[in-house]
């Protein structure tokens, strides 16, 4: 049951993460950039999204090794920031697009634990168990994306919105941007649970 449990688990991951670059292009095409559909990136087949190192391996490993951190990445959808019709906004929106698909998943099935009941059956309790891992892995990595460290969805919304007196910082954030993702992955990621949690609870109305 643990390894179908784990199954279960990876698969979320993985297509939360293939739907969070989905929307990446989605809003890209909507700002009038064609590329993340001429590169074939508007596409559920999760083979033309999946990073073996982000999308596998680190992922596994993690959950192997019994880690409490869990984290990994697919490929980034390929956008051409020059198409876009909003030049001031549009990189914001189409970073904020990703970890809005994660929120807007995380709620729905989220709501369905709150509001639709479930009986004691073993086939109600695995589903309630899913729809669980579902809002929890989604809200997960729509938190972790919004942190303003490059790569993350986070840095192109904060990049959008400083002024120029500040590009130090974005200079700063962009050479330095491995050394310091992994200093929040190791030393903030509880602090993000926390909130997670948070949420989850809000949502659900069941405590973690």
Avoid at 123 to 143: E, R
Wanted: aromatic letters at 16%; proline letters at 6%; one cysteine or more.
């Amino acid at each position: 049951m643990d390894l179908i449990i784990f199954l279960i688990t990876l698969f979320i991951f993985l297509y939360s993460v293939i739907l969070h670059e989905i929307f990446h292009g989605l809003a890209a095409e909507a700002l009038g950039d064609p590329t993340p559909r001429l590169s074939g990136r508007i596409s559920l087949n999760p083979i033309v999204h999946l990073d073996p190192l982000g999308s596998i391996i680190i992922p596994l490993f993690l959950v192997l090794s019994g880690s409490n951190i869990v984290f990994g990445w697919a490929k980034p959808v390929p956008i051409n920031y020059f198409n876009l019709k909003d030049k001031k906004y549009g990189m914001a929106k189409v970073a904020l697009a990703g970890p809005a698909a994660n929120f807007i998943l995380a709620l729905i099935f989220g709501l369905i634990l709150r509001f639709i009941p479930f009986s004691n059956s073993q086939f109600s309790q695995n589903l309630s168990l899913i729809f669980s891992q579902i809002c929890w892995v989604n809200l997960l990595l729509a938190f972790f994306n919004l942190v303003p460290i490059p790569p993350l969805d986070g840095s192109h919304i904060l990049f959008t919105f400083l002024s120029f007196k500040y590009q130090n910082i974005k200079i700063f954030l962009i050479r330095y941007q491995i050394f310091i993702l992994l200093f929040f992955i190791v030393f903030c990621f509880p602090f993000l649970g926390i909130l997670v949690r948070f949420f989850f609870k809000l949502i659900t109305n069941i405590s973690i």
